[in-house]
């Protein structure tokens, strides 16, 4: 699994992207774009972010250290840890969605 973890000074974050090992094909992107609106809804920290044109689907975390000196290694340690533990809960729902295994209720209630 591809991810980036990185500091952007500039904005006082640091954040954690990690991209699902999948493409969306162009037949099932619409379906998905409601997908990932719906799982996003019931998020409170961290989201999914998807490029309908592409078909990627990357799972965004961030920490805001404003203005203080960079965040301890734990901090770093526990945005991923976090962003791993969703990964590992929704990538093989949202890949059974796509391979038509599962329908939209059944996919919501599994991530539910």
């Known amino acids: 699994m591809a991810f980036i973890c990185e500091i952007l000074e500039e904005r006082e974050v640091a954040r954690f992207l990690s991209m699902l090992p999948f493409d969306v094909p162009e037949d099932k992107r ?24 592409k078909g990627k689907i990357y799972y965004r975390r961030a920490v805001y250290f404003g203005g203080e000196k960079l965040p301890e290694q734990s901090v770093y340690d526990g945005l991923i840890a ?14 059974e969605f796509i391979e038509d295994k599962t329908t939209f209720e059944e996919l919501m209630a ?3």
């Open 30 to 53: 619409v379906d998905v774009a409601i997908a990932i609106c719906a799982i996003n809804n019931g998020f409170v920290n961290g989201n999914f972010d998807y490029d309908a044109i």
């Open 82 to 95: 976090m962003s791993l533990d969703v990964i590992d809960r929704y990538n093989d729902a949202l890949f």
């Open 110 to 112: 599994r991530v539910s």
